[in-house]
C-alpha cells in the first residue's frame, strides 16, 4: 500500500520532470531552492526556481544499520527528531537558520557545525545519492555502505557543490549513536593562552567535540562516555564555569549575538596552528582555530590576501558566497569545470555558482 507522503512524492517528482522539460526548450538556466534556508548564501536568480521541498519523506531507517535514506525535501528536524528516537544523530552537527532546512538543502551547502574537526566533515557521512540530470533522469551513486566502487565518488563530489552538478532527489547518510555524556565549560582566557591550550588539546586523545574562542572566553564541549567526559572536565582549570548547550546551538545556527553586527561577515579556512591574522575587527575563533569567522570593515581583497598568505582561504559569509580566492588553483579549478560539463553540460543547473568544498 502506498502511503500518503509517497503519493505527494511521486506528484512533486513529476512536476520537476515537467518543469525541467520546459527549462530546456527554452534554453533557460533553473535555480534550485528546498527550505530556503541557505537563500541568504546564494538566492535563486534563474527565470526558472525548482522548488524541491516536496520531494521529502523517510525512504528506508534501520537504526541498527547506521543509515538513513530520506529524499532531499525531507525537513532536517524531521529526520533528527526520528533519529533521536533511537538514541542517533547525525555527526556532522549541520546547521540551519530556521526548521525549514531540509536533507538536500544541508548536503548541498556541505557546511558542518563545530563537531567537524572531530566527526569529519559532512561528505564523509553521505553514502550514496540519486542525482537528477538536465533531462529529469535519476542517477544513482554509491549506496548504503561505507564500500564503493573505484573512480570519482560521486556522493562526496556532489556533496557541497550547491546543485551544480544537479539536483539531489535521495539521500544515504550514515549517523552515530548520541554520546552517553555530555558536558560544555568555559573560561576567561586571553588570545594567546587560549591559542595554547588549543592546540595542546589539538595534539591529545580527549572527547573533545567543540572548541571556540570568542574573544574573552573559551568554550569547551566534552562528548563521549561518563567516565571520559568527567576525567577530561576534572582535568581544566577551576575556574572554569558550567554552561548549557545553548552556546553551542547558537553557534551551530550564526545566532550568536557576533553574527548580529552589521558589519560584513567572512568565514575564513585555514591551518589550526596558523596565526592570528592581525585584520581589524571582531573574531570568533571555532574548530580549535581552523574555522575563524570575522566581522568587519575590512576591504574584501585584503581579507582574501591575508587568509591566502596564512595557507588557507575567506569568503564573504552572504550572497557574494561563491566568490572565493585562494581555495583552489588554477589546475583542480580546470578540473572542476570538466566534471561539471560531464554532469550538466549546458549549465542548466545554478549556472552563476561554482561548486565549493569545507
Not at 574537526?117 to 550514496?128: K, N, Q
Not at 551544480?164 to 549517523?175: K, S
Not at 575563533?285 to 585584503?302: E, F, I, Y
Request: with cysteine; aromatic share 8%; hydrophobic share 45%.
Amino acid at each position: 500500500m502506498v502511503d500518503a507522503q509517497s503519493l505527494v512524492a511521486d506528484a512533486a517528482l513529476h512536476d520537476i520532470r515537467a518543469q525541467l522539460a520546459t527549462a530546456n526548450a527554452q534554453g533557460q538556466p533553473v535555480s534550485l531552492r528546498g527550505g530556503g534556508t541557505h537563500s541568504f548564501l546564494r538566492p535563486p536568480v534563474g527565470p526558472v526556481v525548482l522548488e524541491l521541498a516536496a520531494y521529502a519523506g523517510v525512504v528506508a531507517y534501520e537504526p541498527s544499520e547506521l543509515v538513513v535514506v530520506a529524499r532531499a525535501g525531507t525537513p532536517l528536524c524531521e529526520l533528527e527528531t526520528r533519529l533521536a528516537e533511537h538514541g542517533q544523530r547525525f555527526a556532522f552537527e549541520p546547521p540551519r537558520r530556521s526548521s525549514a532546512a531540509t536533507l538536500g538543502g544541508v548536503v548541498s551547502a556541505g557546511l558542518a557545525g563545530p563537531a567537524r574537526p572531530y566527526t569529519a566533515a559532512v561528505r564523509d557521512h553521505v553514502l550514496g545519492v540519486r542525482l537528477m540530470n538536465s533531462q529529469g533522469e535519476l542517477l544513482q551513486f554509491g549506496g548504503r555502505v561505507m564500500k564503493n566502487v573505484a573512480g570519482y565518488d560521486v556522493s562526496r563530489l556532489v556533496t557541497g557543490a550547491w546543485g551544480v552538478l544537479g539536483p539531489l532527489m535521495e539521500i544515504a547518510v550514515r549517523v552515530v549513536p548520541a554520546p552517553a555524556a555530555e558536558r560544555c565549560l568555559r573560561w576567561s582566557l586571553s588570545l594567546e593562552d587560549a591559542r595554547a591550550w588549543m592546540r595542546e588539546a589539538g595534539g591529545r586523545f580527549l572527547p573533545l567535540s567543540g572548541l571556540c574562542y570568542d574573544g574573552a572566553h573559551l568554550h569547551v564541549r566534552w562528548a563521549g562516555s561518563p567516565a571520559a567526559v568527567e576525567a577530561a572536565a576534572a582535568a581544566l582549570p577551576r575556574v572554569a564555569v558550567e554552561e548549557t548547550a545553548d552556546f553551542w546551538r547558537q553557534l551551530r545556527d550564526w545566532a550568536l549575538p557576533f553574527f548580529a553586527d552589521p558589519r560584513a561577515l567572512w568565514r575564513l579556512v585555514l591551518p589550526p596552528n596558523a596565526p592570528a591574522l592581525g585584520l581589524p575587527g571582531s573574531w570568533l575563533w571555532d574548530w580549535g582555530g581552523a574555522q575563524r569567522w570575522l566581522k568587519t570593515d575590512v576591504s574584501p581583497a585584503a581579507v582574501m590576501a591575508c587568509a591566502v598568505a596564512a595557507g588557507g582561504y575567506a569568503s564573504p559569509f552572504d550572497a557574494a558566497y561563491g566568490l572565493r580566492s585562494g581555495g583552489l588553483s588554477q589546475v583542480q579549478r580546470a578540473l572542476q569545470a570538466r566534471v561539471r560539463r560531464s554532469f550538466d553540460p549546458h549549465q542548466l543547473f545554478n549556472p552563476e555558482l561554482s561548486p565549493q568544498d569545507d
